[in-house]
């Protein structure tokens, strides 16, 4: 059975006073509302990773990073290893952000790179792709959602993959209050299982969590998660508020 899955992503939010208060909060409120068969990652800054970590001990709930480098250590000034989140006791990397891709130059050859280290020390994958509003009015976001699968993730065993989370996030859609209807989310999401299922076979299809990221919140989480093939959501904004977070985890 695949895992349903809500994974906020705090970007580069609030510091570390603030974001340890957030993830205290919630941790609190799922000891007091036990997630059961569901699960909550937090995506946190580098810096609040190896705090917030501790700081989570309802079961189902964990850390995960929002990046991390291709090397295994080094002379790489500024970055952080797989190794080094993991250490933090940390079990998640989100990859290939679409902020990431088109800010920080990142290639799906370089996706690719960093999703086989993070998989090398241990960590989950949340692998993202989305296609950016000129890419679907052209009518090529399967194409692209299709590239970006098969050039950063494809390349893994089966035993890898299955340690891999793909979110689905419309670049159209992210932070910018224009969710993609429940319609539009599902038949991208049927799309990517269907991907999963002609490289890895039914069984491994079926078993992939595919979330959906893009201005989801609190008021339209419901009619997206009511979908078969949406799994659950990345969350940006709408992580930030504890109640606002909880609502979400709430409607899966
Ligand atoms: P948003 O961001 O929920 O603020 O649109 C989602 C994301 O970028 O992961």
Request: with cysteine; glycine share 10%.
């Amino acid at each position: 059975m695949r895992k349903k899955i809500v994974a906020g992503n705090w970007k580069m939010n609030m510091d570390l006073n603030e974001g340890l208060a957030l993830a205290e909060g919630l941790n609190n409120h799922f000891i007091a509302n036990p997630l059961k068969d569901r699960e909550v990652i937090l995506c946190t800054p580098f810096i609040h990773l190896a705090l917030v970590s501790r700081a989570l001990t309802a079961p189902g709930v964990s850390a995960g990073a929002q990046n991390c480098n291709d090397h295994k250590s080094g002379a790489y000034t500024g970055e952080v290893s797989a190794a080094m989140i993991r250490s933090t006791g940390a079990g998640s990397v989100i990859i290939g952000h679409s902020e990431r891709r088109t800010y920080y130059g990142e290639t799906d050859e370089l996706l690719a790179s960093k999703t086989a280290e993070a998989l090398r020390n241990g960590l989950r994958v949340i692998f993202c792709c989305g296609e950016v509003l000129s890419e679907r009015e052209g009518n090529i976001h399967f194409d692209v959602v299709k590239r970006q699968l098969e050039k950063g993730l494809f390349g893994f065993s089966e035993e890898d993959f299955s340690r891999c989370i793909i979110a689905y996030e419309p670049v159209w859609a992210i932070g910018t209050g224009v969710t993609a209807s429940p319609a539009q989310a599902q038949e991208m999401h049927a799309f990517i299982r269907e991907l999963v299922e002609k490289r890895y076979g039914k069984e491994v299809a079926e078993n992939t969590t595919v979330l959906y990221g893009g201005s989801c919140k609190a008021s339209n989480a419901a009619e997206l998660f009511a979908n078969p093939d949406v799994d659950g959501g990345l969350i940006g904004g709408a992580s930030l508020v504890r109640d606002e977070f909880c609502s979400i985890v709430n409607a899966l």
